[in-house]
């Protein structure tokens, strides 16, 4: 008997069995399935950061606060307080730096928006006129926030695409209409473009206020979150970080640049820690799965020491008439495999149909990795090969006399 001959018995087998046959699959497909739709998201997700990060250009420094202290306990980098708005000033006018183009400030904090019956919680962005151009933000309606804004600290308001979205609804123009930020009335002269932004501070869910508005109206304080500074080109990012790194020491009054209180980050600084913080969440996505695979394994391993056990007559009667004992191995891994192998074609297409579906939901750049689908396809092989091992060696080690005798 050769292995087609094996082969084809194997498929006549399992097609005589179909709702068990398509239950021990499911698993399976389940577990590639996920596998391969929680990788996807995962690296859409890393994706969709870098594009976000790219879009502001390579030239541009940004400057957060050194991690809090209370109590001795040490806190994240970006929540102390040691950044002012004069620093940013500071930046901009000192005649030692000269590798400069334009500085902005930004004071970042959630609050609760409301417009009419709408109501969002929200991030709320103090920001200086020059972050429009920092940032690189275009507008579908009106204007940005002025220096005339900054300094009447005028209640007006710059709405997010995704915000204004979900306040007045999708395609209409809010420009003069009123929005209650804190209680507080302001009136919105503007909604950006679509940045098509999610997650890592997200551009599009988002409202930009005057920053001394933000600072005196909204939230009483006199800090800022960060700095942005564009420098004039990417040749000088070095230069740039190391004038401004001494002056704000010196402004901070500390001689040992080891203790600084704010921390100056490129664009490859911040990209480097975003894209291992999500590929730790794509791995962690991955492990999720692949336990769903693991059980599916295991499920297959059971069906088949059952089926080995209704089939233990069918299996003495081949021994007794001369077959040998890797045929009959030979045919239960084919089952096991096969039930693993068809199972995977399906799981490896719904999990890609699966992942563009989520992508386009959550409107991240969908990401389809063919190795994450070889490797589910392999995986899934080797599923069938592992777990069908033991049952097969249990059917091909029965003793034909005792197998006949079994009722």
């Known amino acids: 008997m050769d292995y087609k001959e094996l082969a084809a018995e194997s498929l006549i087998t399992l097609t005589l069995n179909k709702v068990r046959t398509g239950l021990t699959m499911l698993g399976v497909i ?10 996807s998201l995962g690296q859409s997700s890393q994706k969709s950061v870098e594009n976000q990060i790219k879009s502001l250009g390579s030239n541009l420094l940004t400057i957060m606060p050194g991690s809090q202290q209370n109590e001795g306990i040490r806190g994240a980098i970006g929540g102390g307080t040691t950044l002012t708005y004069d620093d940013a000033k500071a930046i901009k006018n000192s005649p030692k730096i000269i590798t400069v183009q334009e500085v902005a400030a930004e004071f970042r904090r959630n609050s609760q928006v409301t417009a009419g019956r709408n109501n969002i919680n929200t991030s709320i962005s103090g920001v200086t006129p020059e972050y429009q151009k920092v940032r690189n933000i275009s507008l579908s309606f009106g204007g940005f926030i002025t220096q005339q804004h900054q300094l009447a600290n005028a209640k007006v308001a710059v709405l997010g695409f995704q915000t204004a979205i979900d306040l007045f609804g999708e395609g209409v123009n809010p420009v003069g209409q009123n929005i209650r ?16 932004g999610s997650g890592f501070q997200n551009s599009d ?14 939230f009483g304080t006199n800090y800022i979150s960060t700095i942005y500074v564009e420098a004039k080109n990417e040749n000088v990012m070095t ?12 402004r901070h009054r500390l001689k040992d640049p080891t203790q600084a209180d704010f921390r100056i980050m490129n664009q490859e600084d911040i990209l480097g820690t975003i ?60 089952e096991s495999v096969i039930i693993t192998f068809v199972g995977g074609l399906i799981g490896i297409i719904i999990g890609s149909l699966a992942s563009i579906i989520i992508s ?13 689908i070889f490797l589910a396809f392999f995986v899934s092989a080797g599923i069938g090969i592992i777990f069908g091992s033991y049952p097969a060696r249990k059917a091909a080690n029965l003793e034909p006399i005792e197998a006949l005798r079994y009722e």
Do not use: C
């Not at 230069?239 to 010196?250: F, K, P, R, S």
């Open 30 to 39: 389940i577990g590639i399935g996920s596998v391969i739709a929680l990788m």
């Open 181 to 196: 930020i804190n209680k507080i009335s302001f009136t919105i002269i503007g909604v950006a473009q679509s940045k098509g």
């Open 205 to 218: 869910d988002a409202i930009y206020v005057p920053l001394t508005t933000a600072q005196k109206i909204l």
């Open 239 to 250: 230069q740039a970080q190391n004038e401004i790194g001494y002056l704000l020491l010196d």
């Open 275 to 334: 894209s291992q913080v999500t590929g730790t969440f794509t791995l962690l996505l991955a492990g999720i799965a692949a336990i769903s695979l693991v059980v599916g394994g295991i499920g297959i391993m059971n069906i088949m020491l059952v089926t080995v056990t209704e089939r233990t007559r069918e299996v003495g009667l081949r021994k007794a008439l001369g077959a040998k004992r890797k045929w009959i191995t030979t045919q239960f891994l084919f």
């Open 360 to 372: 386009n939901a959550m409107s991240l750049p969908p990401t389809l990795s063919i190795s994450s």
